[in-house]
């Protein structure tokens, strides 16, 4: 008989123990979102050789972080011929746990959905006047709320990153708008080179326009359009990186289901094409290249002799206790640990004197994409369907007249709840600095609660518009008692390492030859958008630019 406390299985997968049943949850948290192909072609995980790193070795290369930034790294320099070794600090997220999933189902969290806590903390804390969080064995599971003292930032932990857990809302920014984002990087490369070459990579295509229409699972979306529509506003259709064929078969009951199960905030186990589906597995087919699960870096400083950096890394178990401690020497060492863990790791490593001529701007120009969500109660007439697809499709675009793009969200309990769902990407003007704090040992951020009141602000020239025509409120038993704004959080960290400011224009960290930022970090706080794609086409520029020159 199998006990109920995770164990360690070491680097290589998650534990194969039992898991908490618990109570049910909300999976409205699904807001954390970003060509088909039949079930039994479609993309499997395919991950990449895998080991512990070994202490003493020489590395022509270390990325530290196997998300977005840090997969196209990997990908095109083993293409290049250079052998990489990736260090993530997550698990790798390959062995089926005691139910036959790799992944939890986001209505019954458990010992794999959250980073290093013994209480879930879910994006949205209540429903019906429940609060909705619950006990869990502390282990690294998938899902990180990293609270700092005026927002809580979630973040993918595992072998791909945040692929792991957003909605695959796979959105370009429009042209028009990319040079206010990044006014450094020449908007006709981008969008005729690395925005298609990143879109290809990841796997993006849209929904059957068709299916869509009459599929019970976007019954939700369709309200959504319908006062959007009503009150002027532009109801837009985003791309997926979701296998809409799988989706179908779902429907069907032809397959195990998994976006209309409601799979996403903790992973999706079967149609969503993460890291490990698409770029880590090209990368896995050239043989040069490693994963070391578990490991976190910890310091990067010159090498006393023969050139590079020396890298100190710890090894993790499943309780998150260090188990060893280890040295390597990097030729170059690409830092994409994302927005959060990239700045904070450079921040401490200039402050206490590891990388001392780190430039003044790193730590600075960190955003939170202007995230606010807030749900609204409809009439019975408009039902938005107790099936709904964990993968949204739409989004309401008020950026021009109002400064919000708003993404039409799922809310599926599995009941019928009259609500809808929003996540707004706002155009919030505030910045946050990230800073060592030699007392505490820790580095803190000083992003201040006050200001998302401007998210909301813009927000609510959509919703107060659509409740006005619609005769509808807010509903106000998502975030907490009697309120509205889910106002504490980002699924979208960006900044703090910025392109042009903390590095030059592609990547590379100045005063330290060799040593590169390659993911969200290089983004100045806000890209008008749900982030990742821009992420990745970046990468894809910088990376080649780095491979002609610098290799």
Same mark, same amino acid.
Request: charged share 20%; hydrophobic share 35%.
């Given at each position: 008989?199998?006990?109920n406390t995770?164990?360690e299985?070491g680097?290589?997968?998650i534990?194969r123990r039992?898991?908490?049943?618990g109570?049910?949850s909300?999976?409205g948290?699904?807001?954390?979102?970003?060509?088909g192909?039949a079930a039994?072609?479609?993309p499997t995980?395919?991950?990449?050789?895998?080991?512990a790193?070994d202490?003493?070795?020489?590395?022509?290369?270390?990325?530290?972080g196997?998300?977005?930034?840090?997969?196209?790294?990997?990908?095109?320099?083993?293409?290049?011929?250079?052998?990489v070794?990736m260090?993530?600090?997550?698990m790798?997220?390959?062995?089926?746990?005691?139910?036959?999933?790799?992944?939890?189902?986001?209505?019954?969290?458990?010992y794999?959905?959250?980073?290093?806590r013994?209480?879930?903390?879910?994006?949205?804390?209540?429903?019906?006047?429940?609060?909705?969080?619950k006990d869990?064995p502390?282990y690294t599971?998938i899902?990180d709320?990293?609270?700092?003292s005026?927002?809580?930032?979630y973040q993918?932990?595992g072998?791909?990153?945040g /692929?792991?857990?957003n909605?695959?809302? =796979?959105?370009?920014? *429009?042209?028009?708008r990319?040079? %206010?984002?990044? &006014?450094? @990087?020449?908007?006709?490369?981008?969008y005729?080179?690395?925005?298609p070459?990143?879109?290809?990579g990841?796997?993006?295509t849209?929904?059957?326009?068709?299916?869509?229409? /009459?599929?019970?699972c976007y019954?939700? =979306?369709?309200?959504? *359009?319908?006062?959007?529509?009503r %009150?002027?506003? &532009?109801? @837009?259709?985003?791309?997926?990186?979701?296998?809409?064929?799988y989706?179908?078969?779902?429907?069907?009951?032809?397959?195990?289901?998994?976006?209309?199960?409601?799979?996403v905030?903790?992973?999706n186990n079967?149609g969503?094409?993460?890291?490990?589906k698409?770029?880590?597995?090209?990368?896995?087919?050239?043989?040069?290249?490693?994963?070391?699960?578990?490991?976190?870096?910890?310091?990067?400083?010159?090498?006393?002799?023969?050139?590079?950096?020396?890298?100190?890394?710890?090894?993790?178990d499943?309780?998150g206790a260090?188990?060893?401690?280890?040295?390597v020497t990097?030729?170059?060492?690409f830092?994409?640990?994302?927005?959060?863990?990239?700045?904070?790791?450079?921040?401490?490593l200039?402050?206490?004197g590891?990388l001392?001529?780190?430039?003044?701007?790193?730590?600075?120009?960190?955003?939170e994409?202007g995230?606010?969500?807030?749900?609204?109660?409809?009439?019975?007439?408009?039902?938005?369907g107790?099936?709904?697809?964990?993968?949204?499709t739409?989004?309401?675009?008020?950026?021009d007249?109002?400064?919000?793009?708003a993404?039409?969200?799922?809310l599926?309990t599995g009941?019928?709840?009259?609500a809808?769902f929003?996540?707004?990407?706002t155009?919030?003007?505030h910045?946050?600095?990230?800073?060592?704090?030699a007392?505490?040992?820790?580095?803190?951020?000083?992003?201040?609660?006050a200001?998302k009141?401007a998210?909301?602000?813009m927000a609510?020239?959509?919703?107060?518009?659509?409740?006005?025509?619609?005769g509808t409120?807010?509903r106000?038993?998502l975030?907490?008692?009697?309120k509205?704004?889910?106002?504490?959080?980002?699924?979208h960290?960006?900044?703090?390492a910025?392109l042009?400011?903390?590095t030059?224009?592609?990547?590379r960290l100045?005063?330290?030859?060799?040593?590169?930022?390659m993911?969200?970090?290089?983004?100045p706080?806000?890209v008008t958008?749900?982030?990742?794609?821009?992420?990745?086409?970046?990468?894809e520029?910088?990376?080649?630019?780095?491979?002609?020159?610098?290799?």
């Amino acid at each position: 008989m199998r006990s109920n406390t995770p164990r360690e299985e070491g680097t290589s997968g998650i534990s194969r123990r039992g898991f908490l049943t618990g109570t049910s949850s909300l999976i409205g948290a699904v807001a954390l979102a970003g060509h088909g192909s039949a079930a039994h072609a479609r993309p499997t995980a395919v991950p990449t050789v895998t080991r512990a790193l070994d202490s003493g070795a020489r590395l022509p290369v270390l990325i530290v972080g196997t998300g977005y930034g840090g997969s196209v790294t990997a990908l095109r320099l083993a293409q290049a011929g250079v052998d990489v070794h990736m260090a993530e600090m997550g698990m790798a997220w390959d062995t089926p746990g005691p139910d036959g999933r790799i992944f939890a189902n986001t209505t019954k969290p458990d010992y794999r959905s959250f980073w290093l806590r013994t209480r879930t903390k879910q994006p949205l804390s209540n429903f019906l006047g429940f609060p909705l969080d619950k006990d869990v064995p502390r282990y690294t599971g998938i899902l990180d709320a990293e609270e700092f003292s005026g927002i809580t930032v979630y973040q993918g932990r595992g072998v791909g990153g945040g /692929s792991l857990v957003n909605g695959g809302m =796979a959105v370009t920014p *429009r042209r028009e708008r990319f040079g %206010s984002v990044l &006014p450094s @990087v020449d908007v006709d490369e981008m969008y005729g080179v690395y925005y298609p070459r990143a879109n290809a990579g990841l796997g993006v295509t849209h929904v059957d326009p068709a299916w869509w229409e /009459s599929a019970p699972c976007y019954q939700y =979306a369709r309200v959504g *359009r319908k006062h959007a529509q009503r %009150s002027g506003f &532009p109801f @837009v259709f985003v791309p997926n990186v979701y296998d809409w064929d799988y989706m179908k078969q779902e429907e069907a009951g032809t397959v195990p289901k998994s976006a209309l199960d409601g799979e996403v905030i903790y992973g999706n186990n079967h149609g969503k094409k993460h890291m490990q589906k698409t770029y880590l597995a090209q990368a896995r087919a050239t043989g040069r290249v490693t994963v070391s699960p578990l490991h976190q870096v910890t310091s990067v400083a010159p090498a006393a002799t023969g050139g590079g950096y020396t890298v100190t890394v710890h090894q993790l178990d499943t309780t998150g206790a260090v188990t060893a401690t280890k040295t390597v020497t990097a030729d170059r060492v690409f830092f994409a640990a994302g927005s959060v863990g990239t700045s904070k790791l450079l921040v401490k490593l200039r402050d206490t004197g590891a990388l001392p001529d780190l430039s003044d701007e790193v730590g600075k120009g960190w955003g939170e994409n202007g995230n606010v969500m807030c749900g609204r109660a409809n009439h019975m007439w408009d039902a938005t369907g107790k099936l709904q697809s964990a993968m949204p499709t739409a989004g309401i675009d008020n950026w021009d007249a109002g400064g919000a793009f708003a993404e039409v969200a799922p809310l599926p309990t599995g009941i019928e709840t009259y609500a809808s769902f929003y996540l707004s990407i706002t155009n919030n003007p505030h910045r946050a600095e990230f800073t060592w704090n030699a007392a505490t040992g820790k580095v803190d951020l000083n992003w201040q609660t006050a200001w998302k009141q401007a998210s909301i602000d813009m927000a609510k020239t959509i919703f107060d518009k659509i409740n006005r025509r619609e005769g509808t409120i807010y509903r106000t038993d998502l975030f907490g008692t009697n309120k509205i704004w889910g106002d504490h959080l980002t699924y979208h960290p960006l900044g703090g390492a910025v392109l042009g400011r903390a590095t030059d224009n592609h990547g590379r960290l100045h005063g330290y030859p060799g040593l590169y930022v390659m993911d969200g970090a290089l983004i100045p706080g806000n890209v008008t958008v749900n982030p990742f794609v821009t992420i990745t086409a970046l990468a894809e520029r910088n990376i080649e630019r780095i491979i002609a020159t610098d290799f």
